[in-house]
């Protein structure tokens, strides 16, 4: 029974498909029930844990969708137990049927928490900050049983509004970031050349700290990607910009600014530790680190400062 357990551990933890045990002698039936019926183990053994728990339960949940088109919202508990430790549990990773409408969220999450048996354990949620979940959240007050009326049950979720920020203030660094970007992608395209050169990050749109990410690993490769550059140039079709000085001192100065978000989104999406006690704390620093370069931007971070001076949090 022992090796069962630390077989089917292995497969969740590695993720594995039922059939990578056919090769094994073991047949992917028999997989899948071992999985499930352990799985049904830990469901009751957590279910106990939550039902004995005398205090309230703060929620977070997030929805996204895959380029497969399929919706799917997760929905993980946070709460302090009796030894005063910090716990997080996730205790729904399921498909959303589409529409995703508010009303339709608000009534996964409520069956979700009737699941589980605690509806009237919910302290607090927090949410992306968008207008659909401020109205999910309004159906929610309507079926839990919440303390202080629901005063404090809405939390917004600080990472996701830093991220709208950053994202609007992005929009008008098209230019130098751009010539960077397309070298880049330009290396990564090929396998040698990606080998031959430089293994930077690949920018991914609407995540602003990949931006990030990029920016501080290509500026160690300045030279490198300069050089690559004027290898290519020599072809009269070459389809790059060349990277100007200006566009490298721009580029540093935006590596710099964004570093400033990126370590407070780390700490934002902390979950053994209190985040929302620290938030103004962050927001001061971030207002700070931005006077350093307010003046000496160009007028390329103006943007970001007006969407942050009207954030609401």
Request: aromatic letters at 14%.
């Amino acid at each position: 029974m022992h090796v069962i357990n630390e077989v089917v551990e292995y497969f969740v933890r590695a993720e594995h498909s039922f059939t990578f045990v056919e090769k094994h002698d073991f047949t992917a039936s028999t997989a899948k029930r071992d999985i499930m019926k352990s799985y049904k183990f830990y469901e009751e053994k957590l279910k106990s844990i939550l039902h004995a728990h005398s205090g309230r339960f703060c929620l977070t949940s997030d929805l996204w969708t895959l380029r497969n088109k399929l919706g799917f919202l997760s929905l993980t508990i946070h709460y302090i137990d009796s030894n005063w430790n910090l716990n997080k549990r996730v205790i729904s990773f399921k498909m959303l049927e589409s529409p995703h409408t508010e009303y339709n969220i608000a009534n996964f999450i409520t069956k979700e928490l009737q699941y589980w048996g605690i509806t009237d354990k919910i302290f607090s949620i927090t949410l992306d900050n968008v207008t659909n979940n401020d109205t999910a959240e309004m159906f929610l007050k309507e079926k839990l049983s919440l303390s202080l009326h629901g005063i404090l049950f809405q939390i917004r979720c600080c990472a996701h509004i830093l991220n709208i920020i950053v994202q609007d203030g992005l929009s008008n660094l098209s230019s130098p970031i751009e010539k960077i970007k397309d070298i880049v992608h330009n290396i990564n395209n090929s396998q040698a050349r990606y080998e031959l050169y430089i293994k930077c990050y690949i920018d991914v749109p609407h995540r602003w700290n990949s931006t990030y990410l990029l920016s501080d690993s290509t500026i160690k490769y300045k030279d490198v990607l300069n050089l690559y550059y004027s290898h290519l140039s020599q072809n009269s079709r070459c389809p790059l910009e060349k990277i100007e000085e200006h566009d490298w001192m721009l580029e540093k100065l935006v590596r710099d600014f964004l570093k400033v978000f990126d370590d407070s989104t780390k700490f934002f999406c902390g979950v053994y530790y209190p985040t929302s006690c620290r938030v103004i704390i962050q927001l001061i620093n971030i207002y700070a680190k931005y006077s350093k370069f307010y003046g000496q931007s160009f007028g390329i971070f103006d943007e970001i400062n007006v969407r942050f001076n009207e954030t609401k949090i």
